[in-house]
């Protein structure tokens, strides 16, 4: 995605036939339609509209409303900057709808411009199928070891009714099935999904498809999410090293943390424009100053930072590095930038 200034392209918008000023704040999103699909009573149901950045200016959303209270928006992070993401997440109420929903979220930005986005969500909410809980919350898990956790899948209606299959395209995921307990008005089956302790670190969204005999709801999703914590970490995990002027020299700062104390090996990264200092204490947390002398061709900066340490499981860790070295840009009247305010 090209990072420019939110001025710029306003005034661009605004000298163009058939274009409206708020088109700005729609490229910041990925997408801004989600069909659920078929989803049980209590499934816990939500899907993240992704939101990122991609101006020189802040941008900060407001509110977010919605048009039906089958979905619930939340707002992950308000004020994002300079390539920051953030997300806009559509919650449906299942528990407390059923049938065919749809709502249109609108999400209101007033910083640096006012702006309104809309996003749409529908589904169908089936009340003959319960989960308890209403997903596999794995939680917090440290790399290297297992997680388990239960699922009750309760039927009510026809019998009989059978789960047939549960498939998962993650190959960390392990499901047992228990056999179906009958009773008058309904069908109960006990499911353990079990985490591998081989997990790679990170978060953890997926979801698992129960495959029923019911030509209805052929598949019931379960959304599974965790986060598989590495044994080291590093913050920021996106370096903003800012908008520079050539030849500009500037200096940023690197958290790199561990649950027991270990030494920095080394800190690379391919372009010498970045320096970095580091100690030979062994300690739980180390503080790594990043030094970037910007060169003289202007663009976009774009580098991987290294780190190796000598914990034995999971001692390397990275982060992404970026920035902007200006070129020479003309100076845009005052009268243009009162006219590129929507």
Known sequence: MIRTS?????????????????EWAQKMFKVTKHDFGHVAHGSKTDFAFEITNCYQEDVHIADVTTSCGCTTPTISKNTLKTWEKGAIIATFNTRSYSGQRSATIKVIIDKPFYAEVQLTVAGYIHNDVD???????FGDVDQGTAAQKELTVTYYGRSPWQIKDVRSANDHLEVELGDPIKQADRIIYKMSVRL?????????????SLVTDDERLPTVPVSVEGRVIPPLTV???????????????????????????FKILAVKCSDEAFQFKTGSEAKTVHLVPVTFKAGDKPGEIEQSIEIETDLPIGGKTSCLARGTIQGETPAEPADVAAKAQP
């Open 6 to 22: 939110l001025f710029t392209l306003l005034c661009l918008v605004c000298t163009s036939s058939g274009l409206s000023a708020k």
């Open 131 to 137: 989960f308890e809980p209403g997903s596999v919350a």
């Open 196 to 208: 591998k302790d081989d997990a790679p670190a990170g978060y953890l969204h997926d979801t698992l």
């Open 235 to 261: 913050s920021p995990s996106s370096l903003f090293v800012g908008v520079l002027e050539p030849g500009t020299t500037v200096t940023k700062q690197l958290v790199v943390r561990a649950k027991k104390p």
